[in-house]
């Protein structure tokens, strides 16, 4: 058994709500807009928040699939920076951690 099997599967739980939501939100933003000015104007400040939404999603998807990857490799939780192993709470906390947090500062 792999001593990060839970943090996998977290992560993996975790993904497939991230892939689902970004899906919703590319589906929201391909809507056309009302062509009322007044709504037309909420509606684009609506697809402003929710680009910045999907971005943020995105990039979390991207670790997760390196952390992953770390986990598969047999990498994860040592540091890329100093090479020491990534306190196991920190890891617990920030799981896509690539940085102890002595090199993280």
Do not use: W
Request: aromatic share 0%; proline share 4%.
């Amino acid at each position: 058994m792999n001593k990060h099997e839970d943090i996998a599967k977290a992560l993996k739980i975790r993904l497939s709500e991230l892939t689902s939501r970004v899906a919703e939100i590319d589906s929201e933003l391909r809507k056309p807009l009302p062509a009322d000015s007044e709504d037309r104007a909420t509606d684009l400040e609506n697809q402003d928040a929710l680009e910045g939404i999907e971005i943020s999603e995105i990039q979390e998807i991207q670790q997760i699939g390196k952390a992953l990857k770390r986990i598969t490799e047999g990498t994860y939780g040592v540091c890329s920076q100093c090479g020491e192993d990534i306190d196991p709470k920190r890891l617990k906390a920030l799981p896509t951690a690539t940085r102890c947090i002595s090199c993280a500062v």
